[in-house]
């Protein structure tokens, strides 16, 4: 393989190499943000448990409210473990492709470290 085409090799793994790790670094921030979501619920959640596990005396409305708020809290974190779980999928799909593009532009990489220290090791001995 001349030096020419393995430069042109090299040029177009590290593009694909580039374009697979932007999409898969999109598809991780997803899931952070996700996964932040749910925390924040999370968070919501406590001001409405008993204090240091003792049951509070509460009028009805109150006691409504925080069942209501509790719902709430329970449809956001199903709608959030479902979004999750989709971009979690997306995820593992797209990880292979990226570790792939990875590989060959190192291999590509190292092969064209090979024939430039063979030439110039050929050079030398002329």
Known sequence: MSTRDLVRLQALAAL?????????????QSRNRLQAALAALKDTEAPLDPVNGKAQIHDGAMVAARLAHRRWIEAQQRRLNQQLALVTADYLRQKPAAARAFGRASVLQQLADRQAKDQLSNKNRI
Do not use: F, M, P, S
């Open 16 to 28: 694909k190499k580039d374009a697979e790790l932007a999409r898969l670094a999109t598809v991780a």
